[in-house]
């Protein structure tokens, strides 16, 4: 069974920053690709970036490259978003997910999510 636990998001204004971070308790961590997706009110869930294993490749949607920043820690089960110029339409639920598919970013394994307000 593969858990996965968002915790970090909350209520911020427009150009202000947030870290969210996916614990990954009793999974072999290193061995996994990891991602954030994003779901706003009315629109289906978005790909928005992902990491491989080691942590030595990444790939960003264009909605965010430059403002967020993906990495991870394999000894904590642990990774991490990093989010700076928050715009209003960064607004979504961020889901934590296992890549099974590097090719086309498919998640897997999701977490419960957490929400996102950015405030203009």
């Known amino acids: 069974q593969v858990q996965l636990v968002e915790s970090g998001g909350g209520l911020v204004q427009a150009g202000g920053s947030l870290r969210l971070s996916c614990a990954a308790p009793?999974?072999?961590?290193?061995?996994?690709?990891m991602g954030w997706f994003r779901q706003a009110p009315g629109k289906e869930r978005e790909f928005v970036v992902a990491?491989?294993?080691?942590?030595?490749?990444?790939s960003y949607a264009d909605a965010v490259k430059g403002r967020c920043t993906i990495s991870r820690d394999n000894a904590k089960n642990t990774v991490y978003l990093q989010m700076i110029s928050l715009k209003p339409e960064d607004t979504a639920v961020y889901y934590c997910a296992v890549i099974t598919e590097w090719s086309t970013r498919r998640g897997g394994y999701w977490g419960q999510g957490t929400q996102v307000t950015v405030s203009s």
């Open positions: 990491i491989s294993g080691s942590g030595s490749v990444t």
């Open positions: 009793g999974l072999t961590f290193s061995r996994y690709n």
